[in-house]
């Protein structure tokens, strides 16, 4: 299949996928994730992440990191480390994503570098199957002051309505042989990557770093286009904690969710799947 445009990679969900929060947003930031795709919280007006919990996480990473700046190699290190796992867990993080998808989320997958990915354009929707539909959301909290040389996350408000969401099927189908294995979201890259670029280029959109400060917290929508930039200095650290979220009632491919007693709700998942 030569793909030429995005659109021969799309197929409209039904209705019932998109959460009702998105479709009839009822607060300003449920409007904000409808419109933007991307809601950020200012520790100093409303703190999602205690300071004791971002403290024990970085004490409990730097035991098990402190020679691998890029953290964990796994997907689900929160099933094996507790601080990470409260982290993810804190109340009032699970009530803000509840607030913007209408469901109980719990976490999945972990990105714990300390470095930034350097991951090119991209968006995480169709790495899930279509049952998750809209609910689906991932977080980037901020364990230190960020600064513009090293690497800041950076993304594109709105780019989570510009096309219809990207079917995993035909994904899979136009990579042909390399889209029936465990790397085929790495082999997407090649084809998606030049098409997201040359949409931004074609639209002249600047894309906005996230220059967070400790505790901030940046949640964005499972559609969003987003990446890693590349650092100006490689050797400055960008420490962040990255999360991914599903609603806990639209994850039949995983085991139940559970309560974490700090409140939020994670997949007790095998902690060694290796981070694609």
């Not at 445009?5 to 996928?17: G, K, M, V």
């Not at 867990?89 to 989320?105: D, F, H, I, R």
């Not at 098409?195 to 894309?207: G, M």
């Not at 085991?255 to 709700?265: D, E, F, S």
Request: with cysteine.
């Amino acid at each position: 299949m030569n793909v030429l445009a995005i659109d021969d990679l799309a197929e409209e969900w039904a209705p019932e996928a998109t959460p009702e929060t998105e479709r009839h947003p009822d607060t300003i930031r449920q409007q904000a994730w409808a419109d933007d795709g991307v809601v950020i919280y200012d520790r100093r007006k409303v703190g999602l992440v205690a300071d004791e919990a971002m403290t024990a996480y970085e004490v409990e990473w730097r035991e098990h990191n402190a020679d691998h700046p890029m953290g964990w190699p796994h997907a689900t290190p929160y099933m094996d480390h507790p601080a990470l796992a409260e982290l993810c867990c804190q109340p009032a993080l699970a009530e803000a994503m509840e607030e913007l998808t209408g469901e109980p989320m719990g976490v999945h997958l972990n990105l714990t570098g300390w470095r930034s990915t350097t991951r090119n354009w991209h968006f995480d929707q169709y790495l899930n199957e279509p049952v998750v539909g809209g609910f689906y959301a991932a977080v980037w909290i901020a364990l230190d002051d960020i600064h513009p040389d090293a690497g800041p996350f950076e993304y594109v408000p709105g780019s989570h309505r510009w096309w219809a969401p990207i079917s995993q099927r035909k994904m899979r189908n136009a990579l042909g042989a390399d889209g029936t294995g465990p790397n085929w979201p790495t082999h997407s890259e090649r084809i998606l990557t030049p098409l997201f670029e040359r949409e931004l280029a074609e639209r002249d959109v600047t894309p906005t770093p996230f220059l967070g400060k400790r505790g901030d917290v940046l949640i964005w929508h499972g559609r969003l286009l987003h990446r890693g930039s590349i650092p100006v200095d490689p050797n400055r650290e960008r420490r962040a904690l990255i999360a991914h979220f599903s609603g806990i009632h639209h994850r039949p491919d995983m085991p139940p969710a559970v309560q974490h007693p700090a409140g939020g709700w994670y997949f007790p998942l095998n902690g060694r799947t290796p981070v694609r």
